[in-house]
């Protein structure tokens, strides 16, 4: 079964940076994806996925490129370990999402929410590790807490992307943002 997600890639020098923050605890991160910020986490189309790329294609139209601001390194805690890159100017990434969820509604299935989407709780994130156990964590977070991490990309597009039994992420296709 193929699953689909929507992304915004990031530039090959954000990869580096945060290469370099995984440094001596990349065994315990696990966390080799190219980097990117996911809009809409992995699904199954219910219909035809060139009804899910028009959609998209709308979405591009109405939607301005903009600015992201990667502002510090913070964290989720519980069963899944996250540190992550976090964003400063959530709006534009929060209105993208919406945007796309809401064209999407009733065309996909969410994998890993019995398909409920929950606009309400999207982070907007860049993940520099996740599973960290719990015995590394704690010396992850002191090694980060005096890191100056404030990057700035400009968005002009966001990707669908594809895995299939091979579980490798592949870009799709690329919406070029063209909104007034």
């Known amino acids: 079964m193929t699953l689909y997600a929507v992304a ?65 390194i913070e964290y989720f805690e519980g069963d899944n370990n996250v ?10 990434v929060i209105d993208l999402h919406t945007d796309i969820i809401h064209s999407l509604n009733g065309l996909i299935k969410e994998e890993y929410t019995n398909g409920q989407f929950n606009v309400d709780r999207f982070i907007p994130h860049v993940t520099i590790g996740e599973h960290i156990p719990d015995v590394v964590f704690l010396t992850v977070k002191k090694t980060f807490a005096d890191y100056q991490l404030h990057y700035e990309i400009k968005i002009g597009s966001f990707a669908l992307a594809s895995s299939g039994e091979d579980g490798i992420w592949k870009t799709t296709r690329l919406f070029e943002l063209t909104g007034k």
């Open 83 to 92: 540190a992550y890159a976090a964003i400063e100017n959530k709006r534009p």
């Open 8 to 72: 915004l890639i990031l530039p090959d020098q954000i990869e580096q940076i945060l290469d370099n923050l995984r440094g001596d605890y990349n065994r315990y991160m696990n966390y080799i994806d190219i980097p990117h910020l996911t809009l809409v986490y992995p699904f199954v189309p219910e219909v035809d996925i060139t009804i899910v790329n028009e959609k998209l294609e709308e979405v591009a139209k109405r939607t301005k490129p903009f600015t992201l601001v990667l502002n510090g």
